[in-house]
């Protein structure tokens, strides 16, 4: 984020304001036009919340819920997470909060906050494909299957000796099935299948064709490989790309940690000057 400050004209750099702000916060003024036309999307793991041992051990800290209300409010309801977690995963761990959302790295999409409202969902994984994957977990004790319906996840940090046959497995399977529209993607100690039709950004591409999105300049906040897939297509929606923890390609700038990410959103709702 540091880089924008010199890429600032004069009158921008007029409009930063004198207090200490820490480098790795963004200055939201010169970045983000008006809360009123802009759509907010935010990964959660190692963007809004801070990466854990293992994914179930993430925790929402005090003050995020209350800022990413405020900002729902702010934005007329244009805020979403965008996330690899099942749409029952994200209000789990948010809850009671329910959150519009691309979940399921764009398996699954809630277009409305209201919890009534129906969830739009991707084909599940064929029935056999998935009874072969599954035989996989039997390689060794430690490997923990998880069946999102559209995806299945193989999870192996009690297990990490059996990486190298999980992958190998797998790509028997699809050497079987050179047809099936599956594609692999690697993780911290997870090998995920899904299907190939869709991925994070196809995802926001629909939700953006949508109420209250359409139309709005989305400013997207990721950290992981998968979402690449989102920064590179945000010039094509005149949108803002920001990584955390790394400066990733084509973004508009970085924050240091989710840390600094919440405090960002934080700061947004503190500059009337964006309403
Ligand atoms: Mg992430």
């Not at 819920?65 to 979403?80: F, M, Q």
């Not at 209000?91 to 969830?119: C, K, N, Q, T, Y």
Request: charged fraction near 25%; include cysteine; aromatic fraction near 6%.
């Amino acid at each position: 984020m540091k880089s924008e400050l010199a890429d600032m004209t004069l009158e921008q750099k007029r409009t930063i304001p004198d207090d200490d702000v820490p480098d790795s916060v963004p200055v939201p003024h010169a970045l983000v036009p008006h809360l009123g036309e802009t759509a907010i999307l935010l990964d959660i793991d190692g963007t809004l919340l801070d990466l854990m041992p293992t994914p179930r051990e993430v925790w929402v800290p005090p003050g995020l819920s209350d800022t990413l209300n405020r900002l729902v409010e702010r934005t007329s309801g244009a805020l979403a997470l965008v996330s690899g977690r099942s749409l029952n995963d994200i209000d789990l761990i948010f809850a009671p909060d329910v959150f519009r959302a691309v979940a399921g790295h764009g398996a699954e999409m809630r277009l409305s906050a209201d919890s009534e409202a129906d969830d739009v969902h991707a084909p599940p994984l064929d029935k056999e494909l998935k009874r072969r994957l599954a035989a996989i977990a039997k390689l060794s004790p430690g490997i923990l299957l998880e069946d999102k319906g559209y995806s299945l996840a193989l999870h192996y940090r009690l297990a990490p000796h059996a990486e190298k046959a999980i992958y190998e497995s797998v790509s028997l399977i699809r050497a079987d099935l050179p047809n099936a529209p599956i594609e692999v993607l690697p993780g911290k100690f997870v090998c995920e299948i899904k299907h190939s039709g869709f991925t994070k950004a196809s995802g926001v591409r629909e939700l953006m064709k949508h109420e209250p999105f359409r139309g709005r300049r989305p400013l997207f906040i990721g950290d992981d490989v998968t979402d690449e897939t989102v920064f590179a297509i945000m010039p094509d929606m005149n949108g803002l790309a920001f990584s955390v923890g790394r400066r990733a390609m084509g973004v508009n700038g970085h924050f240091d940690a989710p840390s600094d990410v919440r405090a960002f959103l934080a700061r947004l709702l503190d500059d009337t000057r964006l309403e």
